[in-house]
């Protein structure tokens, strides 16, 4: 079975441009994780969603970070305008529930490097 | 509200064993452990519950005090294939939603 996937994987842009990272979680699974990872920070949860609707975005760090899940397959996490302070490891991940007993599964990540 | 994960690193020698310690300053539902590779995903290892129950890797285990609110993840005759970073993620509620990550902890295993 597929797994969790992301594009792009790398992303180099210059700042005040728009990014956009793409997001396709496991077939079946109704929650959907963005997480960005930095050395300072780690690995931090952005927003979540279950059954395509936003949950919780207490996680997003300013306007400029916007989410969506137009449907079950797809979920786009954008940043505009981009500032060299956004240059991290974006991840997505799935699950089959919200249970906390129950496994997160991580896609391979976009590394965004803004200039 | 971030656990605080120790050691930051370790190195360790093939066969040698390691102990990772996990510890939050307020009372848990549950821990996650994940390990990633560099470059990689993290990767799921293993679940400790209140309760003690345990779901996940059959070769890594852990431990889990409630009271203490931390847990341990111990590590046996590595193999080269333990190296990368370990994070736990505590949970406090029983929702993945709120499952906050510690900043890792490097193993590096040499030969």
């Known amino acids: 079975d597929a797994g969790v996937i992301q594009s792009p994987r790398h992303e180099v842009t210059e700042m005040g441009q728009e990014v956009t990272l793409r997001c396709k979680p496991i077939s079946g699974h109704d929650y959907l994780f963005w997480y960005r990872q930095t050395m300072m920070r780690g690995l931090e949860l952005l927003i979540y969603?279950?059954?395509?609707?936003?949950?919780?975005d207490s996680g997003m760090p300013e306007d400029r970070f916007s989410a969506k899940m137009p449907n079950a397959s797809f979920s786009t996490l954008k940043i505009q305008p981009s500032e060299p302070r956004d240059s991290a490891v974006y991840f997505c991940?799935?699950?089959?529930?919200?249970?906390?007993?129950?496994?997160?599964?991580f896609g391979p990540g976009t590394r965004l490097t803004v200039l | 509200q971030q656990p605080v994960q120790s050691p930051q690193a370790v190195i360790l020698r093939e066969g040698e064993d390691a102990v990772i310690n996990c510890s939050s300053s307020k009372a848990l539902y549950s821990v996650h452990w994940y390990r990633q590779k560099h470059g990689e995903a993290p990767v799921f290892l293993m679940i400790l519950l209140k309760g003690g129950e345990q779901k996940g890797h059959e070769k890594i285990s852990a431990s889990f005090n409630e009271k203490k609110q931390q847990s341990s993840l111990y590590l046996t005759a590595s193999q080269l294939s333990y190296s990368g970073t370990y994070f736990c993620?505590?949970?406090?509620?029983?929702?993945?939603?709120?499952?906050?990550f510690g900043k890792g902890t490097k193993l590096s295993v040499k030969p």
């Open positions: 991940a799935s699950s089959l529930t919200s249970d906390g007993t129950d496994t997160q599964y």
């Open positions: 993620g505590t949970d406090r509620t029983g929702s993945q939603g709120n499952l906050i």
């Open positions: 969603f279950n059954n395509n609707v936003p949950i919780d």
